[in-house]
Each structure stands twice: as C-alpha cells, then as structure tokens.
C-alpha cells in the first residue's frame, strides 16, 4: 500500500511492473503547455512537474489557472505522471541538466537532490519564498542543514482507506480507532470468509516501505537512524513480513498477484476492483479512490501497539525550485501561490493532503465538504494519535523502496522464505546507505 505515499502514493511496485510501467511513461508522459524560458510574447514560460492522477491533475491544473490570471505575464508549462515513471523521468531530466523550474519531490528523494545541489535554497537568494504562514516544525522537513531546499506542498498522514460499502453487504463492522494488529487478521478472515474468498480484507501491505516504518515506529523503532543508518534489526523485518505473509496465507489478505496491481495507480488496486475492502495509505489520496470506487469510503487510524499508532505529520510531497532554473524568482512566486494563497487552497482541496499555510488551512477546513471534509475531519480526530515527525530520509531511501518490492514481492509468489528475504534486504539496504 502507499506511500508512496504517496506517499508521498505509497511504493510498492514488482520489479516487472516498474519496468514496464517507466517505458510507458517514457512515451506517454502528460504535458500541457511550453518549455521553460522566454518568447517573443514577452511573457515568462516556466515548466512545472509532479506525480499524480487525473484526479489530482485536473486540481493541480485549475491552481495553475489561478496563479495565471494574477501574473498575467507567467506562464506554466505542466507535466505529470504516475509515482514510479515520475520520479524516474525526473531523475533523468536532472542528470542531462534539464529539469523542470519548479519540481514536486518525494521526501525520499530530498537529501540526494540537495547534496548534488539541485535545489535551491528557498529561504534566501533569488528564489526566496515566504512560508511564515506555516508551522516550523513541519517547514523544517524541507530542510537539509542549514538550507530550505523545499516546502511541504500538503500535509497527509496514515490510515487504512475502508469500503464501507462492501462491509455492510458482508455484515462486517468498520474497525474503529484503537484496534489493533490482531484486530486485522480477525477483520480480514472475517471479510474473506463471508465473501467466500471473492473478498480479501486488505491489500497485502507487505511491499510497502512507509507501511513498515509505522510498524517500526508503533515498537519504539524507526527506518533510520540520526546518522542515516538502519534503525532496525533483520529480525524486525522478518516479523512484519511473516505478518503479512500470515495475513496472505489465511486469505485475509490479497495474493501475489492482486498485490503486484497496486503499482498503477488508485484505479488499478484491489479496493477498486472489489477483491479487497481496505487498504493502507496515505489521507491524501481519499479523493483519488474516492474517484476510483462506486463504493462509499471511510477512513479508519492505523492499528495501535500499546496505544501508539505509528502515524505522523508528513509532508505527502513537497515543492523545489530547479538550481538551473532561468527563472528563480517566476518560479518562487509560483511555489508560494501554491503553499500560501486561499485561491490555491480552493482548487488543490486535499487532492495533497492539508494545505501548508494554517491560517488557509483552518479557514479552509471549516468550509470543507465532500472528500475535502472527509479528510480534514479525519485530520482533526486523529491529530492526538501523531507521533513527532521523523527527519528526512538519508540519501539512498529510494533504493530501499524499491528493494523492499522486490524482495517481498518474491517472497509473496513463494521464490524465497521470509527468512532468507530479510536477511537479502538488509545486506543490500546497508551497501545502498553506504554509497
């Protein structure tokens, strides 16, 4: 499930799917307008990327409109795409020198971006930006060192998206906060059995990286530690993992198969497709299985350990300003549009989570309806469960997303034991920090 995040949509794609996907994108990569720098219209041409779907473009796009009308003599150049190609093409862009002048990152991919110095620092030069407007502490997941190098672009946290519907029809309560890992197993055979195995209770979360941080972090654990090494044993992993597989083998959660889907998108999972009634991911993409499912949605807190959750404030993803930019300033101000001004705050709704600035923000969920409400009200119940925000991934998280796919997914179509994948992740993982 996500996170990838979304998350920040969640990452979980097989090796296969990555591949094949990423040359789709090559070719169909979403574009609407020109490239970055000036013409004989004399106005300012900048290019703008991000990951998303057409739920979350078709926002993204009235924004943009937004932004136009008040700097007439701007224009946005925008390109988007699913999380997988996105973040490849990017990389590929920023290799040859040619990325987009603002640029939506995943927080995995912050520290790499910074100490190659492709982002510019937002809290000075020509590329400064206001964000008073919002809460410190979150702004300071932007941070690398000393530099700003990029801004929250929404604030999302972790829950198990649920089909209500679906639940109903079965006879199976919705699982309320405070439920716990047990909860699952006995909410998913229960899903399962009265289904007649056509259902699965939830969407195996065994490929997800940020699914396995909240595990880790509901234990007193997390991914990392403050030096940007493993903060985690392989016997950790192995729990989570036999967990899953445990919750696979009773059918309480989807097969090898069904779990490989959740590489395309909210449209292409098993909770669209009915083989499963929940599934982890981030707030911020209610509104895109929202779109997605006939059925009615809720959101539902992830399950406790000794009371904790594992869920936090993160940043779903967040804005940068190009270092090769031409246009720093033009860029600047189109990033504080989006991270600062009520208009933004009406077209973006929460298609990236809560919006950055508070003062818009509680203005904006008090008139909140529809996906927008359901997000916010989600927010607003569970906003005692967070635990402090973690720090920024150190530089090589990527990898470890991506290695987390694969080896489950190897193990979860029956190629190696749990044992045997752990103990391959964590000598991989470590090499991969260590580069």
Not at 187 to 195: E, L, N, P, Y
Not at 248 to 273: C, F, H, M, V
């Amino acid at each position: 499930m996500r996170i990838r995040v979304a998350p920040t949509r969640r990452s979980k794609l097989a090796t296969a799917v990555i591949a094949a996907t990423a040359v789709a994108a090559s070719l169909t990569l979403t574009a609407c307008g020109g490239e970055s720098g000036g013409s004989g219209d004399g106005k300012v041409h900048l290019s703008f990327s991000w990951w998303g779907d057409a739920s979350r473009a078709k926002s993204t796009e009235a924004a943009i409109k937004l932004f136009e009308k008040a700097h007439p003599t701007i224009e946005v150049g925008t390109q988007y795409a699913q999380f997988g190609p996105y973040n490849q093409k990017l990389a590929t862009q920023i290799a040859g020198g040619g990325a987009p002048d603002l640029i939506q990152i995943d927080w995995g991919n912050q520290s790499q971006y910074a100490r190659s110095n492709t982002l510019l620092d937002l809290s000075s030069g020509a590329a400064k930006v206001d964000f008073s407007g919002l809460d410190p502490a979150f702004a300071s997941s932007g941070k690398d060192g000393d530099k700003q190098v990029a801004l929250p672009f929404g604030q999302t946290t972790q829950s198990f998206v649920v089909d209500e519907t679906e639940l109903k029809s079965l006879g199976v309560p919705v699982p309320e906060a405070g439920w716990t890992w047990d909860d699952v197993a006995t909410f998913g055979k229960a899903v399962h059995d009265r289904s007649k195995g056509e259902v699965a209770g939830l969407s195996d979360p065994g490929t997800t990286w940020a699914a396995f941080q909240s595990w880790l972090y509901q234990r007193g654990k997390d991914l990392y530690t403050k030096d940007g090494r493993l903060g985690f044993t392989q016997a950790d992993l192995e729990g989570f993992w036999n967990f899953c597989a445990g919750l696979r083998k009773s059918g309480a959660a989807t097969p090898a198969n069904q779990t490989a889907t959740l590489a395309n998108g909210p449209a292409e999972d098993p909770l669209a497709k009915n083989t499963a009634a929940a599934e982890w991911d981030y707030d911020s993409i209610y509104a895109s299985h929202a779109a997605a499912n006939k059925d009615h949605l809720v959101l539902v807190p992830l399950p406790t350990v000794g009371g904790k959750t594992g869920m936090y404030a993160k940043p779903s993803m967040l804005l940068s300003v190009y270092a090769g930019s031409k246009h720093p300033k033009e860029a600047a101000e189109l990033l504080s549009f989006l991270v600062n001004d009520p208009k933004a705050a009406g077209a973006l709704g929460t298609s990236r989570g809560l919006f950055p600035n508070l003062g818009v923000r509680k203005s904006q969920t008090a008139s909140a309806t529809g996906d927008d409400k359901v997000v916010s009200d989600y927010e607003a119940a569970n906003a005692a469960r967070l635990s402090p925000t973690p720090t920024a991934p150190p530089k090589g998280d990527g990898q470890l997303i991506t290695l987390m796919q694969r080896i489950y997914g190897g193990i979860s179509f029956g190629q190696q034991s749990v044992a045997a994948g752990a103990k391959d992740f964590m000598a991989q993982a470590q090499q991969a920090l260590a580069k």
